[in-house]
Every structure is written in C-alpha cells, then in structure tokens.
C-alpha cells in the first residue's frame, strides 16, 4: 500500500538532492516511491535535511532536502510504501 506524502518542489541535479513539501510524516528508513510523468524512482530514505541541519524525521508542512538515488522532477509525487505484515491463518 502507498501513502501520498509530498511533492518535489526542486531537484538540484549536481548533488542528486530533492527538495520535498511534506504533507505526511516521513522518516529514515522509509521506503518511498517517486512518482511522475518521466519519474519511477523507489528507494529507502538514507538522508535528510532541513535548513542544512540533518534530520531522523519530519512531520507535516516541513520542507526537507532529500538524496535520492535517480533524477527526480519538480511536481513529482512522493509516496511512503507501507508494507502489510500477513499473520499467517490458524
């Protein structure tokens, strides 16, 4: 299942680094999915930062400066991947 988190509201292409407006809570250790028109990017969070300071998590209305492993686009969609746990049946 995935969760809308954000949107890319800058990439800077020479330090492969997106600029998000969050909506949701996000963490490092998250898997999230960049999605838009040319953009298909999935990767766990390894890094980011707000105002150059790093940051474990951000909550709704932060913008956070965020590595990403692939060029990503202004207006793409950031979703969190919630992975569902399957108990098995008795």
Known sequence: MEIAVGRVTH???HLS???LALNEN???GDKIHI???STDLIQRVSSMQIEHHSVVWVKPGDHVALKVIEPVHEHDVV???VEEVLEPIA
Do not use: N, S
């Open 26 to 28: 996000l963490k490092i």
């Open 17 to 19: 680094v997106a600029v």
């Open 79 to 81: 979703f969190r991947i």
């Open 11 to 13: 990439y800077f292409d």
């Open 35 to 37: 999605v838009g028109h």
